[in-house]
């Protein structure tokens, strides 16, 4: 790895109480701003820089709740949305939730009874089932989440893809995916921890499952509901179905975070089960300009960057530029970091890399 330089990351003291600082799962650059999001809470972190051209610290943090913007399906709005991705292009920022079940950790002071109890006790979530978009507006010159804006004389809501036709509903016929889908995400079932958005189409990272060592990347290609403005619906491919499918050679790795670098896509690749590591960065060669289902190996994946990683800490999580490519320089940022990444100021430090030269 070329680690240029760390960024501080300054959280308020709600964010710091939900340990949003320290769950990490999610950034995207823009402009001036940094959006972040933690996998704990159903919000949106906005952070400012303190120099735009080249930042050393992120802070001034706004803190934009989904509930306010759109319609969870959840029943309880502060329920966590387990944000694993942000994309943010054109006029809109994009989250999306794990989709993900969950099953009980085994903690040092439960007995073994209870231990084991808690090892067959799966849930889900509704609000981890989610899409959403976000109309971007630039209030008191900052770009901040709003309800609508006009764009070209068209009204645009915030909308969002959930309930009965969320993802994991579309899934449960699919011949590679189906299957994992009553196995909670880091068991290696199904768990979304990227997104790209590129024009229309929209990229979804798989850190699970992880197929016979292929990681998968779904696209879709998303739509207002032209008679519920606020819902998004899945337009269809050539085959009918709302989604394409993607499987590529990472070696075995799963989809940790996806980051468009002109017609490529950044892909941080980790361990699909609860391990450590390896973790790196790797190239996915033209794959906006791909037309069809595809099997991404050989020259079309490059290994890019090797990531850093602890014993049971510093996760990297999320990935995403800071400047033009030329320049090839990505923020990093971890879930559960080191002790050694958190300030007496109350920040948590993100590494910025460079990527090799000479891949365009």
């Known amino acids: 790895m070329t680690l240029e330089h760390t960024v501080r990351l300054h959280f308020g003291d709600r964010s710091r109480a939900a340990a949003t600082h320290t769950n990490l799962s999610a950034?995207?650059?823009?402009?001036?701003?940094?959006?972040?999001?933690?996998?704990?809470?159903?919000t949106v972190?906005?952070?400012?820089?303190?120099?735009?051209?080249?930042?050393?610290?992120?802070?001034?943090?706004?803190?934009?709740?989904?509930?306010?913007?759109?319609?969870?399906?959840?029943?309880?709005?502060?329920?966590?949305?387990?944000?694993?991705?942000?994309?943010?292009?054109?006029?809109?920022?994009?989250?999306?939730?794990?989709?993900?079940l969950r099953r009980r950790q085994i903690k040092s002071r439960h007995p073994d009874a209870k231990a084991l109890k808690r090892l067959g006790r799966v849930e889900g979530q509704d609000n981890r089932q989610i899409l959403v978009r976000l109309p971007i507006a630039e209030v008191d010159g900052l770009?901040?989440?709003?309800?609508?804006?006009?764009?070209?004389?068209?009204?645009?809501?915030?909308?969002?893809?959930?309930?009965?036709?969320?993802?994991?509903?579309?899934?449960?016929?699919?011949?590679?995916?189906?299957?994992?889908l009553a196995i909670p995400g880091k068991d290696?079932?199904?768990?979304?921890?990227?997104?790209?958005?590129?024009?229309?189409?929209?990229?979804?990272?798989l850190r699970?499952?992880?197929?016979?060592?292929w990681a998968i990347v779904l696209e879709v290609r998303p739509y207002p509901d032209p008679e519920h403005?606020?819902?998004?619906?899945?337009?269809?491919?050539?085959?009918?179905?709302?989604?394409?499918?993607?499987?590529?050679?990472?070696?075995?790795?799963?989809?940790?975070?996806?980051?468009?670098?002109?017609?490529?896509?950044?892909v941080l690749a980790g361990p699909t089960m609860n391990l450590d590591g390896p973790v790196r960065i790797y190239r996915w060669h033209g794959a906006c300009r791909v037309e069809m289902p595809a099997v991404?190996?050989?020259?079309?994946?490059?290994?890019?960057?090797?990531l850093p990683y602890g014993e049971g800490d510093d996760h990297a999580e999320g990935i995403g530029l800071l400047a033009p490519r030329e320049q090839g320089r990505v923020l990093v940022?971890?879930?559960?970091?080191?002790?050694?990444?958190?300030?007496?100021?109350?920040?948590?430090?993100?590494?910025?890399?460079r990527l090799p030269p000479g891949d365009a």
Do not use: M
Request: glycine share 10%.
């Open 45 to 100: 972190e906005r952070l400012v820089a303190d120099d735009p051209h080249r930042p050393t610290a992120y802070g001034d943090e706004a803190t934009f709740r989904l509930a306010d913007l759109v319609d969870l399906p959840g029943d309880d709005s502060e329920e966590e949305a387990d944000i694993e991705g942000l994309a943010r292009t054109g006029h809109f920022l994009w989250a999306v939730g794990s989709h993900s």
């Open 229 to 266: 403005p606020g819902r998004l619906l899945l337009r269809p491919f050539d085959d009918e179905r709302p989604y394409r499918k993607y499987v590529l050679d990472l070696d075995g790795l799963g989809v940790r975070d996806l980051c468009p670098d002109g017609d490529d896509l950044l």
């Open 143 to 180: 770009p901040t989440p709003v309800r609508e804006i006009v764009v070209d004389g068209q009204a645009q809501r915030a909308a969002i893809l959930a309930g009965r036709g969320n993802l994991r509903a579309l899934l449960a016929d699919d011949e590679h995916l189906a299957p994992f």
């Open 296 to 306: 991404v190996r050989g020259e079309a994946v490059s290994r890019e960057v090797e």
């Open 27 to 42: 950034v995207r650059a823009d402009g001036a701003v940094l959006w972040v999001a933690g996998d704990e809470t159903a």
């Open 208 to 213: 699970g499952p992880v197929l016979r060592g």
């Open 188 to 205: 290696n079932g199904l768990d979304i921890e990227g997104i790209a958005v590129r024009g229309d189409r929209v990229y979804l990272g």
């Open 333 to 353: 940022v971890y879930d559960s970091p080191a002790a050694d990444r958190l300030t007496d100021d109350g920040a948590v430090v993100a590494d910025v890399v």
